[in-house]
Nanobody, 112 residues
Framework: QVQLVESGGGLVQAGGSLRLSCAAS????????MGWYRQAPGKQRELVAG???????NYAYSVKGRFTISRDNAKNTVYLQMNSLKPEDTAVYYC??????WGQGTQVTVSS
């Protein structure tokens, strides 16, 4: 079992930046894929960014070029650097590790 705890959310103006962190309760070295998802009110949860154990990354089209996912296996932590934030990025952001590990979520609110 792995517990995931997100932090770093908050309120920011459009154009601003935030960095989310996902701290795991044990080593994430063996977790092949970890990702950040988000869910806005009334919408389905969607994958924002993912990273494999080998460091390969993928991004949703809507965030490509603005968000960067990274992982530090030594610190058991995955990060999401979010730049040039837009109001439509407002959502609860969740950390996920395969097969079925989820954090409790952290709220990101971007004001216009």
């Amino acid at each position: 079992q792995v517990q995931l705890v997100e932090s770093g959310g908050g309120l920011v103006q459009a154009g601003g930046s935030l960095r989310l962190s996902c701290a795991a309760s044990r080593s994430i070295f063996s977790i092949n894929f970890m990702g950040w998802y988000r869910q806005a009110p009334g919408k389905q949860r969607e994958l924002v960014a993912g990273i494999t154990s080998g460091g390969s990354t993928n991004y949703a089209y809507s965030v490509k070029g603005r968000f960067t996912i990274s992982r530090d296996n030594a610190k058991n932590t995955v990060y999401l650097q979010m730049n040039s934030l837009k109001p439509e990025d407002t959502a609860v952001y969740y950390c996920h590790g395969v097969p079925a590990y989820w954090g409790q979520g952290t709220q990101v609110t971007v004001s216009s």
